[in-house]
């Protein structure tokens, strides 16, 4: 090891900040795009299309594992990432048109139901040395792990007290 570069990282993290790598949550979407365009890499797309990419399908195309490199004052190993540049090489408006279908599909997929419920929950009240909890019993939309009240409010599913009565039907 070549020594700390104060208590954050080490010396070879140092350099490899300066060579154009860096951990994944460090990459932002105009960093990856910068990236891209002062790059000597020979694009087969248009810089229009990647912009139309998300930042998580950016990472996941156009980076690659480069090395690693003790960061912290406990030494932890951290993964540093760098271009891809022969994927970027061979990637075409086409590939990237396909990239975007299979992103919005995705979401699809992803988007939780909304159900009508009868639920029963806690609402506090009092003071902290003298709590008070008394039962509501709402009808809401459940949404994923979200309760959402009548009065545009919410409540997490999985809090203590929570329980499904039973589903209203519409």
């Given at each position: 090891m070549?020594?700390?570069?104060?208590y954050?990282?080490?010396?070879n993290a140092?350099?490899a900040?300066?060579?154009?790598?860096r951990?994944?949550s460090?990459?932002?979407k105009?960093?990856?795009?910068?990236?891209i365009?002062?790059?000597?890499?020979?694009?087969?797309?248009?810089?229009?299309?990647l912009q139309?990419l998300?930042?998580?399908?950016?990472?996941?195309?156009?980076?690659?594992?480069?090395?690693?490199?003790?960061t912290?004052?406990y030494?932890n190993?951290?993964?540093?990432?760098?271009?891809?540049?022969?994927?970027i090489?061979n990637?075409?408006?086409e590939?990237?048109e396909?990239?975007l279908k299979?992103?919005?599909?995705?979401?699809?997929?992803?988007?939780?139901?909304?159900?009508?419920?009868?639920?029963?929950f806690?609402?506090?009240s009092g003071?902290?040395k003298?709590?008070?909890?008394?039962?509501?019993?709402?009808?809401?939309?459940?949404?994923?792990?979200?309760?959402?009240?009548?009065?545009?409010?919410?409540?997490?599913?999985?809090?203590n007290?929570?329980?499904?009565i039973e589903?209203?039907?519409?």
């Amino acid at each position: 090891m070549s020594g700390y570069y104060g208590y954050s990282m080490s010396n070879n993290a140092v350099e490899a900040y300066e060579n154009g790598e860096r951990p994944l949550s460090r990459w932002r979407k105009s960093d990856i795009l910068e990236a891209i365009s002062v790059s000597e890499i020979e694009l087969k797309c248009s810089i229009s299309k990647l912009q139309k990419l998300p930042v998580k399908v950016l990472k996941e195309v156009c980076l690659t594992r480069s090395s690693w490199h003790h960061t912290s004052n406990y030494y932890n190993q951290t993964d540093f990432y760098a271009l891809d540049e022969e994927y970027i090489g061979n990637l075409t408006d086409e590939k990237i048109e396909k990239l975007l279908k299979e992103c919005k599909s995705e979401e699809k997929r992803r988007e939780p139901a909304e159900e009508r419920w009868k639920c029963a929950f806690l609402e506090w009240s009092g003071s902290r040395k003298h709590p008070k909890a008394t039962e509501l019993v709402e009808e809401g939309i459940v949404k994923g792990q979200w309760f959402y009240r009548q009065d545009g409010s919410k409540k997490k599913t999985s809090a203590n007290g929570f329980r499904f009565i039973e589903k209203v039907s519409v």
